[in-house]
């Protein structure tokens, strides 16, 4: 076999090899994107979740009756939110998410609430780590502000519905 022909053979092996390994980076990097998007979609639908259920931990602790479109928002968005770990096998929490959304293990609201807060906190060191710390601050403090009975934050555009 001559050397140019063992040269031309060489290059269809290292352009195989190449395209090969340009397949595989790309796999991947495409496998990593969509967990990325599927892990910020659940971690903003357990926010509308923890809001939502802000509502039922109040009235079990007064002893109220949830209107039923309360319950049916919290209803579709746990159900939301199971579809995308469903469909997205690989995200981190998915058992204690799921326990959160459909466990018998948490004897109240509130227990579950402290419970899906915390695991808000697990998704935002992943999902959005700037936007969660400040979103959590300012809940906080929009919290206090209506314990304390003063409606300062009313005008806020994202306050109006």
Not at 32 to 45: G, K, S, T
Not at 138 to 160: L, V
Request: aromatic fraction near 10%; charge should be positive.
């Amino acid at each position: 076999m001559s050397n140019a022909m063992l040269g031309f053979l060489g290059g269809i092996l290292v352009s195989f090899i190449s395209a090969l390994l340009a397949s595989l980076i790309q796999r991947h990097n495409e496998m990593n994107r969509r967990r990325d998007q599927a892990r910020f979609d659940i971690y903003m639908r357990l926010m509308d979740l923890n809001s939502a259920y802000f509502w039922i931990a109040t009235a079990e602790l007064h002893n109220e009756e949830l209107p039923r479109n309360q319950k049916e928002r919290v209803f579709s968005y746990a159900w939301e939110i199971a579809d995308k770990l469903r469909a997205n096998d690989n995200i981190e929490c998915l058992e204690e998410t799921l326990q959160i959304l459909f466990g018998s293990r948490f004897p109240t609201a509130n227990e579950r609430a402290n419970a899906l807060s915390a695991l808000l906190d697990k998704f935002s060191k992943s999902a959005n780590p700037k936007y969660a710390k400040i979103i959590k601050t300012m809940g906080e403090e929009n919290i206090r502000s209506i314990a304390s009975g003063s409606q300062a934050h009313k005008n806020a555009p994202g306050s109006y519905w």
